[in-house]
């Protein structure tokens, strides 16, 4: 599945991405890597997607949400 399908409130763990070059190279200076969990806080009606990873606050739009594949993590 892909972030953009997750349901806030869950966790999970990223399996694989499928961006840009530069989208992803900056997400992985943000700590987004493969195995990294991801705890989806919100999801706005404009589509734009609110999770913490490491510590952090990140949001993005539906587009680079969709690229983001992950599987719900064992807690």
Do not use: H
Request: glycine share 10%.
């Amino acid at each position: 599945m892909t972030l953009s399908e997750s349901v806030p409130g869950k966790v999970y763990t990223v399996e694989s991405t499928k961006l840009n070059e530069k989208v992803g190279r900056r997400l992985e200076a943000l700590g987004l890597i493969i195995g990294t969990k991801v705890e989806v806080l919100n999801r706005k009606k404009t589509g734009t997607l609110i999770f913490k990873v490491r510590g952090t606050r990140l949001a993005v739009g539906n587009e680079i949400s969709a690229g983001i594949f992950v599987k719900e993590a064992v807690v």
